[in-house]
T-cell receptor
Framework: EAGVAQSPRYKIIEKRQSVAFWCNPISGHATLYWYQQILGQGPKLLIQFQNNGVVDDSQLPKDRFSAERLKGVDSTLKIQPAKLEDSAVYLC???????????FGPGTRLLVL | AQSVTQLGSHVSVSEGALVLLRCNYSSSVPPYLFWYVQYPNQGLQLLLKYTSAATLVKGINGFEAEFKKSETSFHLTKPSAHMSDAAEYFCAVSERGYNKLIFGAGTRLAVHP
């Protein structure tokens, strides 16, 4: 069974630029999560989808971050414009339902200069 | 509000020695508790979970953890460390089952010969 796929694995941009990350969850998984992991900290949930609907986006900085999961499968997280403090690893996770274990992808490491 | 404290950002043990990684949590309701491991440049992998059943939980790779309500602790142990156990370990708590995981800051485990 293929795991959670994420791309790109690494991205370097300058502040005020835009960036997008892509996630393809495990086949059949209805629930998808995006986390932000700043160096030296644990992951922090940004947004949770159930199929193509948002369940929880209370910690998403909506002035600059957006996410979508239009067909209930893969998802895109965008930052526009990026700030220095957005430098982090962005992890995507999926689960078969909201009451099952989350499986994590390898992450996208973002460096904002 | 729920929170997780992991005592010791770095732990170093000798190969074959006992591994003890500490986790204390705060939760207003009976929590679900998790330990995840993260190897370099990889996503998080679930080691074990407590979901209100047996208080002693066994996981993969010989790890186990004991839920102690009176101490609000969920420490991770392994009787004999292997070099391959070197990684970062994260404790997480949830008041909503498998959703809205709150992670600790992590403990980096080093295993030396």
């Amino acid at each position: 069974e293929a795991g959670v796929a994420q791309s790109p694995r690494y991205k370097i941009i300058e502040k005020r630029q835009s960036v997008a990350f892509w996630c393809n969850p495990i086949s059949g998984h209805a629930t998808l999560y995006w986390y932000q992991q700043i160096l030296g900290q644990g992951p922090k949930l940004l947004i949770q989808f159930q199929n193509n609907g948002v369940v929880d986006d209370s910690q998403l900085p909506k002035d600059r971050f957006s996410a979508e999961r239009l067909k209930g499968v893969d998802s895109t997280l965008k930052i526009q414009p990026a700030k220095l403090e957005d430098s982090a690893v962005y992890l995507c996770a999926s689960s078969s339902s909201t009451q099952e274990t989350q499986y994590f992808g390898p992450g996208t490491r973002l460096l904002v200069l | 509000a729920q929170s997780v404290t992991q005592l010791g950002s770095h732990v170093s043990v000798s190969e074959g020695a006992l591994v003890l990684l500490r986790c204390n949590y705060s939760s207003s309701v009976p929590p679900y508790l998790f330990w995840y491991v993260q190897y370099p440049n990889q996503g998080l992998q679930l080691l074990l979970k407590y979901t209100s059943a047996a208080t002693l939980v066994k996981g993969i790779n010989g790890f186990e953890a004991e839920f102690k309500k009176s101490e609000t602790s969920f420490h991770l142990t392994k009787p004999s460390a292997h070099m391959s156990d070197a990684a970062e370990y994260f404790c997480a708590v949830s008041e909503r089952g498998y959703n809205k995981l709150i992670f600790g800051a992590g403990t980096r485990l080093a295993v030396h010969p």
